[in-house]
């Protein structure tokens, strides 16, 4: 049976825009109340003007989530806004485009602190809480397709949404006896600025992003993300995907390794082809520059 999510409150970081803002706007339409939080002001507050205008509750808030007073900030002022939140989406991430072997430790630390350590901390807070209540709830993270496997010049990435992906698998057990649900969300290419933002991060071309390397076919609007979202929020399941086809290919990737792997040279081969055309010469492609940019974005897109 389907479950009325009026009057529930959520909480949503990264929830000024991409996969965040359509979440906060289909999760208003529902009744819920919305927290949003996010490192940008602007955007929230343009989110939050939708959500009242439609008749809906929002409130927001801006913040680092890599401050670790974040977690129990946002449950404060969502408890004394709404009342004690129901739900939470950890999705505030950030990209990072670059080699495994030119992945420095301050940019693997860096992208860890925002895409696992910010979600887990958020989320374990708000159990205890839940716990202590005794009225169950639903903890959401944005895990991506890639926690299932790894494109090329994504390996940091995709071991940050890995981890998430099994961290909530044990908390999902764990917090069963409770009534708290945990759900983790792998969206495939989803059609906002996160891509030209890690690129720009990484100190890539707008050639070689993530965006430019998928089919039209495999890349989706952020509100099919939401909806999928809000139908796991009235009948939570352990994981939500937006494409049957990613997640069929997530499973040969595990039985067949090398077929992927050979899939994904051809994106390799393409980028030096295209950097050496555009004057590069030496084939070296522009991911193999490190990059002194570190700064997180709180762009939710995967």
Not at 39 to 68: K, M, N, Y
Not at 105 to 126: G, K, Q, Y
Not at 257 to 265: A, G, W
Request: hydrophobic share 40%.
């Amino acid at each position: 049976m389907a479950m009325t999510l009026k009057d529930r409150p959520i909480i949503i970081t990264g929830g000024g825009t991409g996969i965040g803002a359509a979440t906060a706007l289909a999760c208003a339409g529902e009744g819920m109340p919305v927290l949003l939080a996010g490192r940008r002001a602007e955007p929230l507050t343009r989110i939050q003007t939708l959500i009242t205008e439609g008749g809906g509750s929002a409130a927001i808030s801006t913040v680092d989530v890599t401050d670790e007073e974040h977690a129990d900030a946002l449950l404060d002022l969502a408890e004394t806004t709404f009342g004690p939140p129901w739900a939470v989406f950890a999705n505030a991430g950030r990209g990072l485009d670059r080699p495994g072997h030119r992945t420095a430790d301050d940019e693997m630390r860096a992208i860890f602190e925002v895409n696992f350590f910010s979600a887990h901390r958020l989320m374990a807070a708000a159990a205890h809480r839940m716990i202590d209540a005794k009225n169950g709830g639903h903890l959401l993270a944005c895990a991506s397709c890639v926690s299932k496997f790894s494109p090329p010049y994504h390996g940091a990435y995709a071991a940050t949404k890995a981890s998430m992906d099994l961290m909530c698998q044990s908390m999902r057990i764990e917090l069963a006896p409770f009534g708290i649900h945990v759900s983790t969300v792998h969206p495939i290419t989803t059609v906002t600025d996160f891509f030209d933002e890690s690129a720009k991060l990484s100190g890539r071309t707008e050639h070689s992003s993530g965006l430019h390397h998928t089919p039209k076919f495999l890349r989706q609007r952020p509100e099919r993300v939401a909806r999928a979202i809000v139908r796991c929020l009235r009948r939570p399941r352990p994981e939500v995907w937006t494409s049957t086809l990613v997640r069929t290919v997530s499973a040969v990737r595990t039985l067949m390794p090398k077929l992927m792997d050979r899939e994904f040279r051809k994106m390799v081969d393409l980028d030096r082809t295209y950097e050496a055309g555009a004057g590069g010469g030496s084939g070296r492609t522009s991911m193999d520059q490190p990059s002194s940019e570190g700064s997180d974005t709180d762009i939710a897109a995967r």
